[in-house]
């Protein structure tokens, strides 16, 4: 059997691994000793679990003074806290192979790169010597370096990465996720594709047997696999008579989503930056709870259970985070133009410090009752140049759409994509027929 330690330090790596090498991480303490090269032949998952059950453990170890890794070839996955030496020292390989490799110019960069997640492939001979260090420097390139007599070699080979645009067009008869899924996206790009138009479409309640989608998407391959859908450029949905639309765009250094005349789909800021929770109290004169007299509310209350998660309602920065009087732990987010927003008794905070950018969106903290609270809820101000409003009543803020210059290379790049769509649109309208 394999020393205990090797065994730890191995893990699975199959072939859909090794081809999946930077996409997926590998996590797993079984060795599979198979020879990569030969990948091609063996795409099926049925071939690939066969050889997972036939080759579970290592080969004996030959000879008693023989590393203990035997020959052939043994996949690791660089695990949290490690380095190439230490993969080394849990393998019994002498660090003298990894100097004389890292002699090779560019190996050393590379090797010194190598660190938590990164799957590394070696070939040992029959006397359990280094043979081969293979890793893959980036999804498109793999580095073999090889020792013969203490001398290295490397050989970098291309692993051209395609990428195409596709399009996956449909009518919906079963339901969006089912459609699209058959129409080839991922469920990922359908998660996306919510998240894009959750503003404006409800993908469980709203949308009917008879709409239409239409998705223009990155599809990227590799040696013949598809490794991923790549990002969601274009989407189109006819429902109920109405069209949305999504294009995705580079606007101050983020990719955003914009309707066709480059207004963002993302509000400002969210009116109820909660989930699951009840409105408990309104803005406006109340007798207090705790201090039992009038006195004016300046914020919305949500109920909910604690630990809840409070959401940041806007882009932004934390002006604020920590106890503040009454308010108990509190968060203070700063959105520009005289807008902010504070979330008041929480049981914990989010990751988020003082001074940090934030997402809309994300979790700054957790529903409680620190402070002066009955019971947990969210305390929610809304403020306008320090002025607290009523979330609920004021008009939120419409984000600026794209002008100028940038509203021309907007439509430029869209204009590809709706040619796309209006083609496959034509298409379904004349299948419905
Ligand atoms: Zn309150």
Redesign the pocket.
């Known amino acids: 059997m394999p020393h205990p330690k090797i065994q730890n330090a191995l893990s699975r790596w199959t072939h859909e691994h090794w081809f999946l090498a930077g996409v997926f991480s590998v996590v797993g303490t079984m060795v599979i000793a198979i020879a990569p090269g030969m990948a091609n032949a063996m795409r099926e998952p049925a071939t690939v679990s066969q050889q997972e059950n036939v080759l579970l453990t290592l080969p004996e170890a030959r000879e008693p003074q023989s590393a203990d890794a035997g020959s052939g070839w043994h996949y690791v996955l660089v695990k949290k806290g490690q380095t190439l030496t230490h993969v080394f020292k849990e393998l019994n390989l002498p660090l003298k192979a990894m100097r004389q490799m890292m002699v090779v110019p560019g190996a050393r960069k590379d090797m010194s790169k190598i660190g938590p997640g990164k799957e590394l492939a070696f070939e040992l001979n029959a006397k359990g010597e280094l043979m081969t260090l293979a890793f893959d420097r980036d999804e498109g390139t793999r580095i073999e370096l090889s020792l013969e007599d203490g001398k290295a070699k490397e050989n970098i080979i291309q692993r051209e990465v395609d990428q195409e645009v596709a399009i996956a067009s449909g009518i919906i008869k079963k339901s969006f996720s089912y459609d699209a899924k058959q129409a080839g996206l991922t469920t990922s790009s359908i998660n996306k594709l919510a998240d894009v138009f959750k503003y404006d479409i409800d993908f469980v309640e709203d949308l009917n047997d008879g709409d239409t989608f239409h998705v223009v998407y990155e599809d990227q391959w590799r040696e013949g696999q598809r490794m991923r859908n790549g990002a969601v450029l274009a989407a189109r949905i006819v429902t109920r008579g109405k069209t949305y639309t999504a294009y995705r765009f580079t606007h101050n250094g983020e990719a955003q989503y914009f309707d066709q005349n480059g207004n963002p789909l993302k509000k400002v800021l969210m009116r109820i930056p909660i989930e699951f929770a009840r409105l408990s109290?309104t803005f406006g004169m109340r007798n207090h709870p705790v201090l039992g007299r009038m006195r004016m509310?300046k914020?919305v209350?949500y109920a909910a259970r604690a630990g809840t998660p409070i959401m940041a309602a806007g882009d932004g920065r934390v002006g604020f985070v920590g106890w503040k009087n009454g308010y108990g732990r509190a968060i203070v987010i700063d959105h520009g133009q005289g807008r902010s927003t504070l979330y008041?008794h929480m049981s914990a905070f989010g990751k988020y410090k003082m001074g940090q950018h934030v997402n809309q969106g994300v979790t700054i903290g957790y529903v409680g009752m620190s402070g002066l609270a009955t019971g947990p809820h969210l305390?929610y101000e809304f403020m306008i140049n320090h002025q607290q409003v009523n979330p609920l009543k004021v008009t939120m803020p419409k984000p600026l759409p794209l002008s100028g210059t940038q509203l021309a290379s907007f439509k430029a790049s869209i204009a590809p994509s709706i040619a796309k769509m209006d083609s496959m649109e034509r298409g379904l309208q004349f299948a419905k027929r």
Do not use: A, T
Request: negative net charge.
């Open positions: 109290s509310h914020g209350d008041g305390h």
